[in-house]
C-alpha cells in the first residue's frame, strides 16, 4: 500500500488517496478468478476449467477487477489509515480511482474524531446532595424483614381483628340488585389493606367464623365504574376462615435468626449502613449526571459527525438485545411486545447515544489537557478487575481487548473523579 495523499476536507472528516502495487493487485484478481472460474460458463470448455484470459476476453479485462478492489481494501485502508495517523469513527465511502495492469488507486472519505475544545470544566457548580439514613428508615425495613419471618396461625375460636387474614364469600347489591363482579367465594382478605372499598373491612372485625351479616358501605363519588359511583351497597357476608400474622420480637435472638450479627444493635447498625450506602450510591449518580449534563453543554470546537452518533446508536442497540438475551428474550420478541421496530428503538436510543458521544469526547480532551496518565500497574489492575466481572482468565481478556482500549477508559475515568473532585457547593 502507498498512501498518495492525506487532507482535511471539511470539519471532522478526511480524503484519503492510496494506491495497491501492481503485484499484489494481479494476485488479488487470480484470487477472484479461481474463486469464481467453477461458476462461469464458456463455450468449448467444462464447467471450471476456462483459463482467466478467455474469461477476460469474452467478458471485459477487468471482469475480476471490482470483486479484487473488495478483497483489498479492509487490508489497505487499514494500512492508509495508520499511516495517515487519523481515527476513523464511522464507515468511509469508497471509490475507484484508476485502476489496470499497473495495480490500482483507491479514494475514501473517512469520517473522524472531531477537534473538540472544553474551558471552565474545574470547579464547576454542583452540590452533592446525599440523604441521611434516619430511624424510620430502618424501622420500616425491619418491619419488612418480620414481616417475611412471620408466622400465621389459624384462629378457630375468637373475632376477626384489624390485621388478620380472613376468607369471606360475600355478594353485593345496590337497591337490591346484585351488580357484575360484586361477588366472591372464599376471598383472601387482609383486614386493614385497604383493598376494599373504605369501610369494608372494618365491618368484618369483630365477627367469628360462620357467622353471616350485611357489610354497608357507599361506594367513592370517583368510583372507577361510573354506574356504581356514589351509590350505596349491601354486600351479604359469610366469614368462613381467620389467620392471625404473628410477627417475631425485635430482640437479640430475632437478630442471630435472620442475619450474621450477635445483637439487634449490631443488626440495626448494620440496616443503617446499608441504607446510608443506597443513599450515597444516589447522590453520586445524581451528581454524576449534573456533571455530565454541564460538561456536554461546555463542549465545542468541530461539529461532530453523524457517523459517531449512529455508531453509538447501534452499540446501544446491540447491548440491549444482549441484556434481553440473557432473560432468555431477543429483540423481535421484545418489539411483538412493545409494539416497537428497529427504527423506533433507534429513535428511542439516539439522545442516550448523543449524550454519551458527547460526554466521552469531553472527557478525553480533559484527560488530554490534564496530563492524565495510566500506570502498568494500574492497567493490570483493570485487567484483574475485568477478568474477574466476566469470570474469564484475564490473558484472554487481554486478546479481547487492546491495551490501547482499557487505557483510554481509565484516562476518561480519571478525568472525570479530577472533574468531580474539583466541583464545588453553588454560591449562596
Not at 264 to 274: G, L, Q, S, V
Amino acid at each position: 500500500m502507498n498512501l498518495i495523499k492525506s487532507e482535511k476536507t471539511e470539519k471532522s472528516a478526511y480524503a484519503l488517496e492510496f494506491s495497491v502495487d501492481k503485484e499484489t493487485f494481479e494476485k488479488a484478481v487470480n484470487k477472484v478468478y479461481k474463486k469464481q472460474v467453477g461458476s462461469i460458463n464458456v463455450p468449448g470448455f467444462r464447467k471450471g476449467k476456462a483459463p482467466r484470459s478467455v474469461i477476460e476476453r469474452m467478458y471485459g479485462k477487468g471482469v475480476f477487477y471490482e470483486d479484487a478492489a473488495n478483497e483489498l481494501i479492509p487490508d489497505a485502508y487499514e494500512a492508509a489509515v495508520k499511516e495517515a495517523g487519523i481515527t476513523p469513527v464511522g464507515r468511509a465511502d469508497f471509490d475507484i480511482k484508476e485502476v489496470g495492469e499497473n495495480g490500482i488507486v483507491f479514494t475514501a472519505n473517512v469520517p473522524v474524531k472531531p477537534a473538540v475544545e472544553i474551558e471552565g470544566y474545574m470547579g464547576l457548580e454542583i452540590e452533592k446532595k446525599v440523604e441521611k439514613a434516619t430511624a424510620e428508615e430502618v424501622d420500616r425495613e425491619l418491619d419488612m424483614i418480620r414481616e417475611r419471618n412471620s408466622r400465621e396461625t389459624e384462629i378457630t375460636d375468637g373475632a376477626a381483628e384489624m390485621g388478620d387474614n380472613v376468607k369471606i364469600d360475600f355478594a353485593g347489591s345496590v337497591d337490591g340488585v346484585a351488580f357484575e363482579g360484586g361477588s366472591s367465594k372464599d376471598y383472601s382478605l387482609k383486614l386493614g389493606s385497604g383493598s376494599f372499598i373504605p369501610g369494608f373491612e372494618e365491618q368484618i372485625a369483630g365477627h367469628k367464623i360462620g357467622e353471616s351479616f350485611d357489610v354497608n358501605v357507599t361506594f367513592p363519588e370517583d368510583y372507577h365504574a361510573a354506574e356504581l359511583a356514589g351509590k350505596a351497597a349491601v354486600f351479604a357476608t359469610t366469614l368462613n376462615a381467620i389467620t392471625k400474622i404473628e410477627l417475631p420480637e425485635l430482640d437479640d435472638d430475632f437478630a442471630k435468626d435472620v442475619s450474621e450479627f450477635d445483637t439487634m444493635a449490631e443488626y440495626r447498625a448494620d440496616i443503617e449502613a446499608k441504607i446510608q450506602k443506597r443513599h450515597d450510591d444516589a447522590a453520586e449518580s445524581a451528581f454524576e449526571e449534573a456533571v455530565i449534563k454541564a460538561l456536554a453543554e461546555k463542549l465545542g470546537g468541530e461539529e461532530i459527525p453523524e457517523a459517531m452518533f449512529e455508531a453509538e446508536t447501534e452499540n446501544l442497540l446491540r447491548d440491549y438485545d444482549n441484556r434481553l438475551r440473557m432473560q432468555g428474550l431477543d429483540l423481535m420478541t421484545y418489539f411483538k411486545y412493545t409494539g416497537l421496530d428497529l427504527d423506533k428503538m433507534r429513535e428511542q436510543l439516539r439522545p442516550q447515544a448523543e449524550s454519551y458521544v458527547k460526554i466521552r469526547l469531553a472527557l478525553e480532551k480533559i484527560a488530554e489537557l490534564e496530563g492524565c496518565a495510566v500506570t502498568d500497574e494500574e492497567l493490570d489492575a483493570e485487567y484483574a478487575r475485568l477478568a474477574e466481572a466476566y469470570n474469564m482468565e484475564a490473558d484472554k481478556i487481554k486478546e479481547m481487548i487492546p491495551s490501547d482500549s482499557v487505557s483510554a477508559d481509565l484516562k476518561v475515568k480519571k478525568a472525570m473523579d479530577a472533574v468531580k473532585a474539583a466541583a464545588v457547593a453553588p454560591k449562596a
